[in-house]
């Protein structure tokens, strides 16, 4: 499982699971943009470079998820893949791939810091919580 819709009152919640911290941040990725539910127009792939720094891995992984938000208004595409150059628990430097879309389904307005979450399990594999505002 890479994902999985947690219940919440008013807003979107998401657990995404991942056997290391990339992988962890890619099945978020893939939670927070299938709950958008893209209608691609076409699938020509566009590609974004991005690059973060943060004060620690919950907060890089919400100002992750934050850019990728923000690029997907402003340049009406989903992004379904992502490629890291630089990868630490303060930043990283990555390269996003996706699609344009027509529109988007759901809307989501913010990734909010509140109970963010990023932990890694007695087996070795990683988990993280993130509440979006919708």
Not at 33 to 56: A, C, F, G, W
Request: no cysteine; hydrophobic share 40%.
């Amino acid at each position: 499982m890479k994902y999985q819709i947690l219940e919440h009152k008013a807003d979107l919640k998401i657990r995404a699971f991942g056997k290391d911290k990339k992988e962890l941040f890619l099945n978020m990725l893939l939670g927070m943009v299938e709950s958008q539910k893209p209608e691609i127009k076409n699938k020509k792939e566009v590609r974004r470079k991005i690059k973060i720094k943060s004060l620690d891995l919950p907060v890089l992984l919400v100002d992750f998820l934050s850019e990728v938000l923000y690029l997907s208004q402003v340049n009406r595409e989903a992004y379904s893949n992502v490629k890291f150059a630089k990868f630490s628990d303060r930043e990283l430097e990555a390269e996003i791939f996706g699609q344009k879309v027509e529109r988007f389904g759901e809307d989501i307005k913010a990734v909010t810091y509140h109970n963010s979450e990023v932990k890694q399990n007695e087996d070795g594999s990683w988990q993280a919580t993130i509440l979006f505002d919708i």
